[in-house]
């Protein structure tokens, strides 16, 4: 999963999928465009999330995927796993790229990304979710190749 609750912003992702650790799929809804927003719990939260185009970015394609977080965690922190690959490198305009392929950029409520060891020789992007007072958060995540 792309949104988990760990004890600490350092912990182990899970290896285990969502579903054997509690996680549910609670189904799907299509815009006036007929776009899906997937909606899925885990862990005290409920995520929605819905991928369209944004505006093309230096004659690139860009995609955006936005995750809509609501809920409070019984405990731990709250993060965003944008991405996993063997090599994850910061770019100007706040833009990582990943095994020289494909960029992201991450905005919204989340804290600045850093980059962690997800094991066998594999590094991830992580985030801390900001939950605001009322417990939600919204998340942007620009794609780009």
Same mark, same amino acid.
């Given at each position: 999963a792309a949104v988990e609750v760990l004890p600490a912003k350092d912990g182990a992702w899970p290896?285990?999928?969502?579903?054997?650790r509690g996680g549910r799929f609670k189904g799907y809804r299509l815009d006036e465009k007929g776009r899906p927003t997937f909606t899925w719990t885990l862990a005290g939260l409920t995520v929605s999330e819905s991928i369209g185009p944004a505006a093309a970015e230096g004659g690139r394609p860009v995609v955006r995927r936005t995750l809509s977080v609501a809920g409070t965690p019984p405990s731990g922190v709250?993060?965003?796993?944008?991405?996993? $690959? #063997?090599?994850i490198d910061e770019e100007p305009g706040a833009w990582w790229r990943v095994d020289?392929?494909?960029?992201?950029r991450l905005g919204g409520d989340v804290a600045a990304p850093v980059v962690t060891d997800a094991g066998g020789g594999r590094k991830q992007l992580r985030a801390e979710i900001r939950?605001?007072? $009322? #417990?939600?958060?919204?998340?942007?995540e620009d794609l780009s190749w």
């Amino acid at each position: 999963a792309a949104v988990e609750v760990l004890p600490a912003k350092d912990g182990a992702w899970p290896e285990a999928p969502p579903r054997d650790r509690g996680g549910r799929f609670k189904g799907y809804r299509l815009d006036e465009k007929g776009r899906p927003t997937f909606t899925w719990t885990l862990a005290g939260l409920t995520v929605s999330e819905s991928i369209g185009p944004a505006a093309a970015e230096g004659g690139r394609p860009v995609v955006r995927r936005t995750l809509s977080v609501a809920g409070t965690p019984p405990s731990g922190v709250a993060l965003l796993r944008a991405a996993v $690959g #063997g090599r994850i490198d910061e770019e100007p305009g706040a833009w990582w790229r990943v095994d020289g392929n494909w960029r992201l950029r991450l905005g919204g409520d989340v804290a600045a990304p850093v980059v962690t060891d997800a094991g066998g020789g594999r590094k991830q992007l992580r985030a801390e979710i900001r939950l605001g007072g $009322g #417990g939600t958060a919204t998340i942007v995540e620009d794609l780009s190749w």
